[in-house]
């Protein structure tokens, strides 16, 4: 019997279609594996024409080829591939970039193929607003830093330019061609920065666009927008395709169950048990119930499946199946950006063992794994976190903490003071991690706070956990605490002690956020009655105080703009509504969840003037002195001087006049018989122009007035026949939603030794029932 030798390849071989696919499943995870999708979508790919990139578009295509007739489609993460969507930027940073992406896109298309990809999109970058003129983006500092912030906005603008024109061809998918030196590469950056354990991790497989936070639609939002066509992408609620998946499903129930709770109601019978629902809590209170706004989540999601391939595998994809790639020469310039000195002296120096790629790699998997562990411990101790309130119209959040307790009795070996000092250095990490996701919920700030900057707030959340020398501190009764703007407040009751985490006041030293709303074209308007005055489209998702996403539409002459509530307008806006029930809500709602000056940094509708008249009686808007005819009257054919004219006949009448001027050189047969002469248009004009300089004169330095508070659901009357909104929370993460319990709500039930708590996702929320108060089990008689 002979023995195998074994074969050494000392090339690199070729990424095969099937490696490729398990990549692709393995970086490419749902995103909502509760829900179903039965749509395919499209999927983008960035291309830049390097190998890199190349190689990633003919994987990609030859993946859909093969996998096309197979009875399991291709998968992206929530949703089955349609086809994919090459993306080529032109970043116009040296000549001849355009004729380059152009060579780029033939290629793809003569050597790739579009059996498995679209028409590739070539999209261009336009330097204008980010450098000062008469400068190269070649002379900045920064550039790579600015070249991807520009480049991935504008693959966001050509995803919300595809959802115009098709619901269902955005993609939702992005996939870009960063591999495993290209990570080398970057840890190596983030050593010489002098980044911690956190950032040597490297690139994430997968994430979402923090260049494109304030884009709706594209930085974790836009699942809301996804449910109102008939057709959407997720089906909510969910529901099993086959009895595979009610199998998982009725698997899962079974797991989350408590078999303490089943036995309590089993002893107590369903009939005496009675949940104390949000709306019950909140008719405690005496406060009227909001509409609870909704929370956004989805977005486009970056995925890098080649990030265990190097790059010799993918030159050698490339090569083998005949793929052309384009070298850049700007990327051998050292003295260019970082990356490429790092690339430079990777290339050209014989590097010391501890930096090579092989060591490099090895430390970024050891802190990944070390930030998986802290993050999963982080994850248990916000299991013991009850969070009792969490109000998205008003960002608020009433937090219970749990208590750190060290161990009693240790063992010898770590009870010395260097092993205790060692423990509590490790749990005030984590600690600092849970306040940290903590802060996430109601932080008007999108860049996350450094880990190490939350020393001094978690020394005042858990007092076990402060150093030595702050034992003397101890008795001291908890203050608030502000930090990244959120404050933390502490609510001493009969409870044990909760916090309250709301938005920090605003600096008056800094311009407070701000949404703004033009008004209305004057020529669509002067001509109408006010109330015939068409309103504005919808603007676009704008994110206010990086906690909201709203958007506006209205039909006031002046502009409309979103911004804090101000003390000095809030007792004007009271006076103005309709009666005194309608005060008396505004008073308890703001007392109930805006209290303090909590209210102050709610979001608050504006107009840029009084427009009270146009509430309250739009009929006497314009002024009553106005200019008469002529000859003393009007024909009867002709529209009256009050402002009840149409559009239709101020069209008419301006059609007749060109023509009879011989303004119009081909003018267009109207459907409309002419009315009025040139005469009587002039007349029109000089109505107008007398509106024009009225209207200028009474709102050019006129105060703004107070509308509503559309979280609170409060608003003057008449104020939803002129202006509309749509408010949504930023995205929060899922497992801070599913410790939100209901208050102090309780099970009631019958019976002096019956009692329990309310289980929710997943935990019990108090101690167990005796088992000793079980009823006896019954015997089956043998026969």
């Not at 916000?382 to 009433?398: C, D, M």
């Not at 070996?413 to 000092?421: L, V």
């Not at 005055?533 to 539409?553: C, P, S, V």
């Amino acid at each position: 019997m002979g023995t195998t030798l074994p074969v050494f390849h000392r090339t690199a071989r070729a990424i095969g279609v099937y490696e490729f696919r398990d990549a692709l499943h393995a970086t490419c995870k749902p995103r909502f594996p509760n829900l179903t999708s039965d749509f395919k979508k499209y999927v983008g790919v960035a291309v830049s024409g390097g190998v890199d990139s190349m190689a990633l578009a003919f994987l990609c295509a030859n993946a859909q080829r093969t996998f096309r007739d197979r009875d399991r489609y291709l998968h992206v993460a929530d949703h089955r591939v349609r086809r994919f969507m090459p993306v080529i930027v032109d970043h116009g940073m040296r000549q001849g970039s355009g004729e380059e992406a152009e060579r780029v896109a033939q290629a793809l298309c003569d050597e790739v193929g579009l059996k498995g990809i679209t028409k590739p999109h070539i999209l261009s970058i336009d330097w204008t607003d980010v450098l000062p003129k008469g400068t190269s983006p070649s002379d900045m500092p920064n550039v790579e830093t600015l070249a991807r912030r520009l480049r991935y906005r504008r693959i966001a603008q050509l995803r919300r330019q595809l959802n115009v024109s098709s619901h269902h061809r955005r993609p939702v998918s992005l996939l870009v061609a960063h591999h495993e030196d290209d990570q080398h590469e970057t840890v190596l950056m983030r050593l010489l920065s002098g980044h911690g354990y956190r950032g040597l991790r490297g690139m994430r497989p997968s994430g979402a666009i923090p260049e494109c936070y304030d884009m709706y639609g594209i930085y974790e939002s836009g699942f809301q927008e996804d449910q109102r066509p008939l057709r959407p992408l997720y089906k909510v609620p969910y529901r099993p395709r086959n009895r595979h998946e009610i199998r998982r499903v009725r698997a899962s129930l079974l797991d989350e169950m408590d078999k303490s709770a089943l036995d309590e109601d089993w002893w107590t019978g369903p009939g005496h048990i009675h949940y104390l629902s949000t709306s019950n809590r909140r008719q405690k209170q005496n406060a009227p119930p909001l509409p609870l706004i909704e929370i956004e989540d989805g977005g486009l999601t970056v995925y890098r499946p080649l990030l265990e391939f190097s790059k010799d595998r993918l030159i050698a994809t490339c090569l083998e199946n005949g793929i052309p790639w384009f070298e850049d020469h700007t990327n051998a310039d050292e003295t260019m950006t970082l990356r490429n000195a790092v690339r430079h002296m990777v290339k050209n120096h014989n590097l010391p063992t501890a930096l090579q790629k092989p060591a490099i790699l090895r430390l970024a998997k050891q802190c990944s794994a070390r930030c998986v562990r802290e993050d999963a411990e982080a994850d248990r101790l916000l299991s013991r976190v009850a969070i009792h309130k969490f109000e998205p119209n008003a960002g608020t959040a009433i937090v219970e903490l749990p208590q750190f307790s060290f161990p009693t009795a240790p063992r010898v070996c770590r009870s010395s003071p260097r092993h205790r000092q060692k423990r509590q250095d490790h749990y005030r990490n984590i600690a600092a991690l849970l306040v940290r996701k903590l802060l996430t919920m109601v932080a008007p700030t999108q860049e996350p706070i450094q880990v190490a900057k939350l020393g001094d707030l978690v020394s005042l959340l858990f007092p076990l956990l402060r150093p030595d020398e702050a034992d003397a501190q101890c008795a001291q009764p908890p203050k608030a605490y502000v930090i990244s703007g959120v404050q933390f407040a502490p609510l001493v009751g009969p409870h044990p002690l909760r916090w309250l985490l709301s938005r920090a006041p605003h600096v008056s030293k800094e311009p407070p956020p701000m949404i703004q709303r033009q008004g209305l074209n004057t020529r669509e308007r002067f001509a109408f009655h006010p109330r015939n005055w068409e309103a504005t489209r919808w603007g676009e998702w704008q994110l206010y105080d990086n906690r909201f996403w709203i958007r506006l539409k209205h039909r006031f002459p002046v502009s409309v703009f979103v911004a804090p509530l101000e003390a000095r307008h809030q007792q004007p806006f009271r006076e103005a509504l309709a009666h005194d029930d309608a005060r008396e809500s505004l008073a308890t709602k703001l007392k109930a969840y805006a209290p303090a000056k909590i209210r102050y940094t709610l979001p608050a509708i504006y107009a840029q003037g009084d427009m009270s008249v146009l509430l309250n009686d739009p009929d006497n808007y314009w002024p009553l002195e106005k200019p008469t005819l002529q000859d003393g009257g009007e024909p009867s054919s002709t529209p009256s001087l009050d402002g009840t004219c149409t559009k239709y006949d101020l069209m008419r009448m301006a059609s007749r006049w060109k023509v009879e001027h011989g303004q119009d050189d081909d003018p267009q047969p109207l459907p409309f018989a002419s009315l009025g002469d040139a005469h009587e248009y002039k007349k029109w004009q000089k109505i107008m122009t007398s509106r024009v300089s009225w209207e200028t004169d009474k709102y050019k330095d006129a105060e703004p007035q107070l509308l509503a508070l559309p979280t609170l659901a409060v608003e003057l009357p008449g104020v939803g026949d002129w202006v509309k909104w749509e408010v949504r929370y930023r995205h929060v993460d899922k497992k801070l939603l599913e410790q939100v319990t209901l208050g102090d709500a309780t099970l009631d039930l019958c019976g002096p030794e019956a009692w329990g708590r309310l289980r929710r996702h997943g935990r019990v929320l108090g101690p167990r029932r005796d088992k000793t108060l079980r009823p006896p089990r019954r015997r089956r008689s043998r026969i």
